[in-house]
């Protein structure tokens, strides 16, 4: 038997044996004919390509899907661009195929015990069956904890599984296979003669993927602060519409508190969102609070939509004051450009590395000489950097501990109860992975931003409640397919070229977006002002901690005793050190929507 659960909110539908019983809410199609039902939740980006590959008359998304699947089975999959998660039932072979796209803002939860399959968009979709356990995986928590990456098949739930972006599960007879039809690791390596052909190679990517996110009637937004890639995203977005004679409305979070600069940051991202909508008369340019409402009413109110922890509790409020904001003005999307760092905008930084752990000295001096003369690094800086590439981490860290630069370890960024993580058997992971990704990928920039994707499931998540929350379809051209495949093609060297870090989406941007933000080297800080927020929510996180302690689960895994103790030596609103982030943006932060989700569970608020 194999069922699909109609969720709350309507995105999917169901079959029984070999009946099609379709049942689907708003946003999902549902369709079948003699050898094939599917049910597609999400958006085909390249269906006119499609139909004229199949000979189809164009208008018909179903007929498209249909067509694929006929033409070629289970690899159909491969040919579909866009945010997606889909189901077919194959008649004929009795086969089940649950399949997502790479971008991770579709999601597909399913069960698979006692010979029945049970899929659903959501988890809480699941929760419909008598029968669904709702168990929290202690594992899956201590990784996320500890900022590890999860097991791609497991959820917070034990039992419950997704389907990972870009995968497919097979099930059949009873039990199922987990297969991965999008392999980035294969991209080839894209050679060009000119600087100048990548630069307009990526600027027609990004082009045709903010493109294929604007659809006829839909009202825009945008999400618009400093940095490069959301103004990239918005000023080809203005572009576009204004070619339509429509209008694209873009919101800016910033500090209604003055805040100081920190090295390398600057703190108020308005004034350079303000030169990108300067520069676009067809913007409509808003300004958002980043405190615009109390912390935990920001948390009470994803909590009761979310299946999982919220990832960052202090940007929950001005990223919500921004979807309400949207809602109010009746927009249907939200163009985002959450990837950016790991495609269009990528850093280019694992080139030393690389070259030191292959032993390159030519090409070792070449991007040291780079580096000092275009990017301003010190001798200094770059010897940690050659340290952290060529050492392993814990010694790295011991290097820089006997130097004083007081590196961040395992238990200043978690709070995770210690005996807890012992029993879990992911202690020494994480205390090599120490919170960055980058000790797994040492000096590969491609693996290090496959792990990031691979990583980033939290963004279907958020997606779906933003969905269920606002009404609002939050979509980022910078983790199209296409947009991925060609950065991961791009050699490193274009991304710093002469030592400038992100140094091809300034070039390819040029003209389009504002000098001020091209040149600017220094990134925005989002939430600058969050300690006067927290700071006004210490007597409700205080009463947080208090209730966690009546939850078995939490003291089991929770350090509630420095949870307490931090909020006992809270330093105030005017404390700008590097040590508060750690303290109470992640350690204090995490555990605290961890300790809630927990709660939630036990309580049977799903």
């Known amino acids: 038997m194999a069922r699909a659960l109609q969720q709350a909110t309507g995105r999917v539908a169901g079959w029984q044996g070999d009946e099609v019983v379709l049942r689907a809410g708003d946003g999902a199609l549902c369709l079948s004919d003699a050898r094939a039902a599917i049910a597609f939740d999400g958006r085909l980006d ?34 579909l661009i866009g945010d997606y998660a889909c189901a077919v039932w194959d008649r004929a072979a009795r086969v089940f195929y649950l399949a997502t796209d790479p971008g991770a803002l579709r999601t597909l939860f399913f069960w698979a015990e006692r010979g029945q399959l049970l899929f659903a968009t959501e988890q809480r979709g699941l929760f419909a069956c008598p029968e669904m356990p709702r168990e929290i995986d202690r594992d899956q928590m201590a990784a996320w904890l500890c900022m590890l990456p999860r097991e791609p098949l497991r959820t917070f739930f034990r039992g419950i599984n997704r389907v990972p972006p870009g995968h497919c599960v097979r099930w059949a007879g009873g039990s199922f296979t987990l297969e991965r039809w999008w392999r980035p690791e294969d991209v080839p390596a894209l050679h060009l003669p000119r600087d100048e052909d990548y630069e307009e190679a990526l600027r027609a990517a990004l082009t045709e993927a903010v493109r294929a996110r604007i659809r006829p009637g839909e009202r825009i937004g945008s999400n618009l602060s400093g940095g490069l890639d959301s103004s990239s995203v918005t000023a080809l977005a203005a572009g576009h519409l204004a070619t339509e004679g429509r209008e694209l409305t ?25 030169e990108v909508a300067a520069l676009y008369p067809n ?74 752990r292959r032993a390159d000295i030519g090409g070792t001096w070449r991007t040291i000489a780079d580096l000092r003369r275009g990017g301003g690094r ?34 200043d960024y978690t709070a995770i109860h210690p005996a807890f993580l012992r029993r879990s058997g992911l202690e020494e992971r994480a205390v090599e992975m120490a919170g960055s990704l980058r000790n797994a990928a040492r000096g590969d920039g491609r693996r290090l931003r496959l792990a990031v994707l691979d990583r980033s499931d939290h963004r279907g998540h958020h997606a779906m409640t933003t969905r269920r929350l606002f009404g609002l379809d939050v979509r980022d051209p910078t983790s199209d397919r296409r947009v991925v495949e060609l950065c991961l093609s791009i050699p490193e060297e274009q991304f710093a070229r002469g030592g400038v870090p992100r140094s ?11 000098d001020t933000i091209l040149d600017e080297r220094r990134k925005g800080l989002q939430a600058a002002d969050w300690r006067v927020g927290f700071q006004e929510a210490l007597p409700g996180l205080r009463d947080e901690v208090a209730r966690l302690r009546g939850s078995d689960t939490a003291r089991e895994c929770l350090d509630l005793d420095r949870m307490d103790a931090l909020l006992d030596a809270w330093p105030g609103s005017d404390d700008h050190s590097e040590r508060t982030n750690v303290d109470y943006l992640c350690a204090f932060s995490r555990a605290l929507t961890a300790g809630r989700f927990i709660r939630r569970v036990e309580g049977g608020n799903f």
């Open 504 to 514: 091809l989406i300034r070039r390819a941007m040029r003209g389009l977006v504002p």
């Open 378 to 411: 010190s001798w200094l800086g770059l010897a940690g950097e050659a340290a952290d590439s060529l050492l392993p981490p814990r010694l790295s860290r011991r290097l820089r501990a006997a130097l004083g630069q007081n590196p961040v370890g395992l238990f």
């Open 283 to 356: 913007i409509t340019h808003v300004r958002i609070d980043n405190d615009d409402e109390p912390l935990l009413d920001a948390l009470d109110r994803r909590d009761m939509a979310s299946d999982w922890p919220v990832l960052n509790a202090t940007n929950a409020v001005w990223i919500d004051a921004i979807h309400r904001e949207a809602k109010r003005r009746r927009l249907a999307v939200l163009l985002v450009g959450a990837m950016g760092n790991m495609t269009i905008s990528y850093s280019g930084g694992e080139r030393l590395a690389g070259h030191l």
């Open 250 to 274: 873009s919101f800016t979070a910033a500090p209604r508190h003055p805040q100081p600069a920190r090295r390398n940051r600057f703190t108020d991202e308005w004034p350079y969102a303000a």
């Open 46 to 79: 390249n269906q006119p390509e499609l139909e004229r590959r199949l000979g189809l008359p164009p208008g018909d998304v179903g007929g498209v899907l249909l067509a694929a699947f006929h033409r070629w089975g289970a690899d159909c999959f491969t040919h």
